[in-house]
């Protein structure tokens, strides 16, 4: 496949074509994204129609995409794939050439389509960053679109991706496009056994420096993360381990980088009476969720300065969840006021580090009772006034069961305090002496307490 003049002059504007043989994976290698695959089959079938010189289907196959998701979601490598797959060269380009040369719109769409007409077999053209449209003067957003679809309805063998890393990214309904791309692909973060699957991958050749490595606990770990934020994970983690002069990479490498890549670092050094005030703290979210949740499982507990917070209690996430329970939410919101209970039992009052708990409880709450139907005083109604209840009234009921709820959960909570408070000063004294606990090291702190108050009560 030769390179012609028309190829050549449109690299001055950013646009490349991708030949088949320098794409090097595949829709079968790609790792997850089992839904977007199976949303782009019809593009197979309309290449696979075209070298097979069938006649017009009956049914027309999708030929004209919408893909959205943020940046590195892997919107690229999905069409590069299929460009593998099918065997068909690809112009990529960005949307925004046409907002840096708006005067060259009609010349540059011109030589596009005209490139990818004189592919007999098929081609694809893919418009990355498309809502870069958006931002044209209305005249040349006008000229580019009329003479967008001019050129779509001239083109028989091509399928044409738009790609926005706005994920909520929707044409217009005005926009003539909204009728000819609709059908839409919002890629998604992979899912558990994804995950797995991509660390196994991307860690196959350092078997020899991994060392007591779970992949199922580092998929659980990394929840909502696409394929390039795994990958940074693992090289984060292998350049910081090279540069503490360690000869092996551990899971807990893997979750300080984690732990870095979801609430940052921080350089703030605390006063010894913070420091302490902090392992109340975080000893106190342990202790409450330890004791009220069976199902509850720690991942590490720390008081080292964050971005965010002072210090830090991480659970180990055992499955993906996408809905809860009220019981369930009812946990978190004692685990939530744990901090604040060990504050007021240690110290007879509290800190300013509790408003970020207080803030997620209250909110959680509000979502109970006004959007759930979770209060069994109030029912199961909806207060919004569009939809549902909103009288002054049921206002006020609403805001009093609030109140009563949290006020209880927190007294729930301050007992549980209370009842444990041997474990809650062993927890906190061994954080200030390691400023960070693992799962089991936390275990066998609270069972070693338990096991020596039996044996004197015996």
């Given at each position: 496949m030769k390179t012609s003049p028309s190829v050549r002059c449109l690299k001055k504007y950013y646009i490349s074509l991708v030949k088949p043989n320098e794409i090097n994976m595949s829709l079968s290698d790609i790792i997850g994204m089992e839904n977007e695959k199976n949303d782009i089959e019809t593009a197979i079938t309309f290449f696979n129609s075209l070298r097979l010189n069938t006649p017009t289907l009956q049914i027309k196959p999708y030929t004209r995409y919408l893909l959205t998701g943020r940046i590195g979601s892997g919107k690229s490598t999905l069409v590069l794939a299929l460009a593998k797959t099918t065997n068909v060269p690809v112009i990529v380009l960005y949307a925004s050439t046409f907002v840096a040369f708006p005067k060259k719109i009609i010349q540059i769409l011109n030589k596009i389509f005209n490139i990818a007409n004189s592919f007999k077999s098929g081609c694809i053209i893919h418009f990355k960053d498309f809502d870069s449209i958006d931002s044209l003067p209305d005249d040349k957003c006008n000229l580019f679109l009329n003479h967008f679809l001019l050129k779509i309805s001239s083109i028989k063998n091509t399928v044409i991706f738009l790609s926005s890393s706005i994920i909520?990214?929707?044409?217009?309904?005005?926009?003539?496009?909204s009728n000819i791309f609709n059908k839409v692909i919002s890629v998604q973060p992979p899912a558990l056994k994804a995950r797995e699957e991509l660390f196994k991958f991307y860690l196959k050749d350092y078997s020899s420096m991994l060392q007591d490595i779970s992949y199922e606990r580092l998929a659980r770990a990394t929840f909502g993360m696409f394929p390039i934020d795994i990958l940074w994970i693992i090289q984060e983690t292998f350049v910081s381990t090279q540069n503490k002069n360690l000869k092996k990479v551990s899971m807990d490498n893997f979750n300080e980088t984690i732990l870095k890549a979801e609430v940052g670092q921080s350089n703030l050094k605390l006063s010894e009476k913070e420091r302490e005030s902090t392992a109340y703290h975080e000893s106190g979210h342990v202790i409450a969720a330890y004791y009220s949740n069976?199902?509850?499982?720690?991942?590490?507990?720390?008081?080292?300065?964050?971005?965010?917070?002072?210090?830090?209690?991480?659970?180990?996430?055992?499955?993906?969840?996408?809905?809860?329970?009220?019981?369930?939410?009812?946990?978190?919101?004692?685990?939530?006021?744990?901090?604040m209970a060990a504050e007021k039992v240690t110290y007879g009052e509290t800190t300013t580090g509790v408003v970020s708990d207080l803030a997620i409880v209250s909110t959680l709450v509000s979502?109970?009772?006004?959007?759930?139907?979770?209060?069994?005083?109030?029912?199961?109604?909806i207060f919004e006034e569009s939809i549902g209840f909103s009288s002054t009234e049921l206002?006020?009921?609403?805001?009093?069961?609030?109140?009563?709820?949290?006020?209880?959960?927190?007294?729930?909570?301050?007992s549980i305090i209370i009842q444990h408070r041997e474990q809650l000063e062993a927890l906190a004294k061994a954080l200030l002496e390691k400023e960070v606990l693992q799962e089991n090291e936390v275990k066998n702190i609270l069972d070693s307490v338990s096991s020596n108050r039996q044996d004197t009560r015996n």
């Open positions: 909520n990214y929707k044409l217009s309904a005005e926009t003539p496009l069976p199902n509850y499982v720690l991942n590490r507990v720390e008081i080292t300065p964050r971005q965010s917070s002072l210090g830090l209690t991480k659970e180990e996430i055992t499955e993906e969840k996408f809905s809860a329970f009220k019981h369930e939410l009812y946990y978190q919101i004692i685990y939530l006021l744990g901090g979502l109970m009772f006004k959007s759930l139907g979770m209060n069994e005083e109030l029912g199961p109604i206002v006020n009921q609403l805001e009093y069961q609030m109140q009563k709820y949290i006020k209880e959960s927190y007294d729930t909570t301050v």
